[in-house]
């Protein structure tokens, strides 16, 4: 499940529901939307490749 912080923006999967970010430590933690959740998994499709490209210039 996904959450995001109104506070920080911060968005961040967790397995069981949140009330506390794990970023800036605020109770402004809610279930992610749908815009966030589209956000969240853009930014982890780019770490993979960042990563894969780091890994092939070795």
């Known amino acids: ?3 995001y912080c109104n506070s920080c923006r911060y968005i961040f999967e967790e ?3 949140c009330q506390q ?3 800036c430590g605020k109770m402004t ?3 992610a939307n749908e815009e ?3 956000e969240y998994k ?3 499709e780019e770490n993979r490749r ?3 490209m ?3 210039a070795f």
């Open 1 to 3: 499940m996904l959450f």
């Open 15 to 17: 397995a069981e529901g």
């Open 21 to 23: 970010c794990p970023d």
């Open 29 to 31: 933690v809610r279930i």
């Open 36 to 38: 966030e959740r589209s």
């Open 42 to 44: 853009r930014n982890q």
């Open 50 to 52: 960042l990563d894969q």
């Open 54 to 56: 780091e890994r092939g």
